[in-house]
């Protein structure tokens, strides 16, 4: 295969592009509230963040990679000309990056993955034939989409229903808040590691069976519970702060909370937004390590994810940490108690569809958990029309990203960089 | 890159709600020293405390209108905006029945008759307590947020506007008595200060009605 190394470099330098657009922009939604109550400073929030980026990238971002690799575009279509696969996913990624830097520009609240699966849905309809899109599955992350927020909203409308009944509406709430806490936080501990368990971690040559599995989730649920059990522990209560805002101290103790859950979503975010970077980059290195096979039976390499964690990572140390502190001094309306449902049932539904293999929009979940406990009557102002604008853009991303992606497909096939020998 | 995430969350209308209030509280805190001053026959203190009682309605009038432009429809509340709008309206209508009784006095140079002027004083101290009240009551909407409008704070908000139809009940007696006492002298009185005296205490009586009407309407948006 000619031109095989200027394919990987060119594709490898895109992908990692885009994962560091997603470390700049999209963890910061994770870390954000904690930074905003002063649960974090950026430095550490920065460095909480990458450290669950980077894990939820590579222990758990393998399933949705693998679905944008090759559960969207048919590969048995493609037999006799692997050449429209690699032009594909470069347009695809390439018309994803520059959709987004338009949209972010122009303020337009679009996600990433709706604009990596409608780039890849285009080229793939289009470029190749209509059969060469497995619509089904199509259908499937199509629903997800509709299906995740609203899973997340009812979530968090019942974490955050049980926090009213256990801890903020008792005679006692800062006693209960500590008494409680440690439910909580194994409850984040155990979902997140069940979850990852189950979608296996035989890239890191672990392979458990159910057994072992409950018995692993359920002893990283108890050491992340012990671990916030000590620092909510050392929270003196403070009857100062309690004057003017008789919750203070209880927010205080879900400070703590929220920063558990704030690394469970960091984690999930890795988990599933790795994909949108680091999916098309795994396609393209797949037909080109089997020297022009379309049918990729070999295992997608590791480097690909590590590739793609270090790139959020790289955007979080370069950019994000800016983002996060804008975000962190707007949304001081998500007071710890509230960051903290939003974020677990975000957590818990992203890693769900991670789990499953569907690439769905993290920010759309944690809107929906947001939501939620507004529903609950809980935040003291959101604004519907913002709220509408994110739940439709895919209704444009999707198509724009198509066209996107058309026309590079074309002028790549046009070119004709690729010779298959 | 940008990020739309922030944009979700609406400004809150509770801190503004609450400064309108505390503007309203000091505005009519202010009839205190203006009775006195008044029934000192002190015009010229009399004339200051009604030119602040002014300031303040108008400072009032300020937040109420900012508050207003702040609340766009649009925006997700854990309460009914048109409850909201109607708090306003009732604390920003305190302030103004203020400046109306302030603004009689002095501009009609009107004197209290000896016999009711001991009581007036304490007439308006248990009106402005009725109007404090409303405002303790208002003070606990960030806690009724926190707790999503249930359980213990809610029964606190309760028992605090209980305590606000006390207060407004004590003005309904203190006002009776006051026209009692005005009626028995009111011959022997210029017939026109004798119209605008009870025009005053009619007034003065309706800051706690005012006072307990921004309770009730607190309470539902309690209720939702």
Partial sequence: MENAYIILILVTTFGFFMAWGIGANDVANAMGTSVGSKAL????????????????????????????????????????????????????????????????????????????????????????????????????????????????????????????????????????????????????????????????????????????????????????????????????????????????????????????????????????????????????????????????????????????????????????????????????ELT?????????????????????????????????????????????????????????SWVVTLPAGAVLAIVFFFIFKGIGFVSIS | MGNYFSGIFGPSPISPLQAHMAKVQSCIEELIPFFEAVIKGDFDSATASHQAISTLEKEADKLKKELRIRLPSGLFLPFSRSDLLNVLTMQDSIANKAKDISGTVVGRQIKLPDPIDSSFVQFVSRSVDASAQAQTAINELDELVETGFRGGEV????????????????????????????????????PVEVIFLYRIIDNTGELADLAQRVGSRLQLMLAR
């Fill in chain 1, 41 to 332: 400073t950026i430095k550490q929030a920065v460095i909480v963040a990458g450290i669950f980026e980077f894990t939820g990238a590579y222990l758990a971002g393998g399933e949705v990679t693998s679905t944008i690799r090759k559960g969207i575009v048919d590969p048995h279509l493609l037999g006799n000309s692997p050449d429209l696969l690699i032009y594909g996913m470069l347009a695809a990624l390439l018309a994803a990056g520059i959709w987004l830097l338009i949209a972010s520009r122009l303020g337009w609240p679009v996600s990433t993955t709706h604009s990596i699966v409608g780039a890849i849905i285009g080229f793939a309809a289009v470029g190749i034939g209509m059969d060469a899109v497995k619509w089904g599955k199509v259908v499937d992350i199509v629903l997800s989409w509709v299906i995740t927020p609203m899973l997340a909203g009812t979530l968090s409308f019942l974490i955050f229903r049980s926090i009213q009944k256990l801890i903020l509406n008792t005679d006692r709430p800062f006693n209960n808040a500590q008494r409680y806490s440690p439910i909580y936080t194994f409850l984040a501990g155990f979902v997140i590691a069940l979850v990852t368990l189950f979608k296996g971690l035989k890239h890191i040559g672990l392979q458990t069976s159910t057994g072992e599995n409950y018995f692993i989730a359920l002893l990283v649920g108890v050491m992340i519970m012990l671990l916030g059990y000590y620092f909510v522990r050392r929270i003196k209560i403070d009857k100062e702060a309690d004057r003017d805002f008789h919750f203070a101290n209880v927010e205080k103790v879900f400070g703590v909370l929220m920063v558990i859950t704030a690394s469970a979503m960091a984690f999930a975010h890795g988990s599933n937004d790795v994909a949108n970077a680091v999916g098309p980059v795994a396609a393209v290195v797949g037909v080109v390590q089997s020297g022009g096979a379309v049918i990729q039976e070999s295992v997608m390499p590791p480097w690909v994810l590590i590739l793609g964690g270090v790139g959020i990572i790289l955007g979080l140390a370069t950019y994000g940490h800016r983002v996060i502190a804008t975000i962190g001094s707007r949304i001081t």
């Fill in chain 2, 155 to 190: 029964k606190l908000v309760e028992k605090m506007l209980t305590e606000l139809d006390r207060i407004e009940s004590d003005t309904d007696h203190i006002e009776a008595e006051i026209r009692m006492a005005l009626f028995q002298i009111e011959k022997d009185l210029n």
């Fill in chain 1, 336 to 392: 710890p108690s509230r960051g903290f449902a939003a974020n677990l049932a975000a957590a818990s539904t992203v890693v769900l569809a991670s789990g499953f293999g569907l690439p769905i929009s993290t920010t759309q979940t944690l809107v929906g958990a947001v939501l939620g406990v507004g529903f609950a009557r809980g935040i003291a102002a959101l604004n519907v029309n913002v709220i509408r604008s994110i739940f439709l």
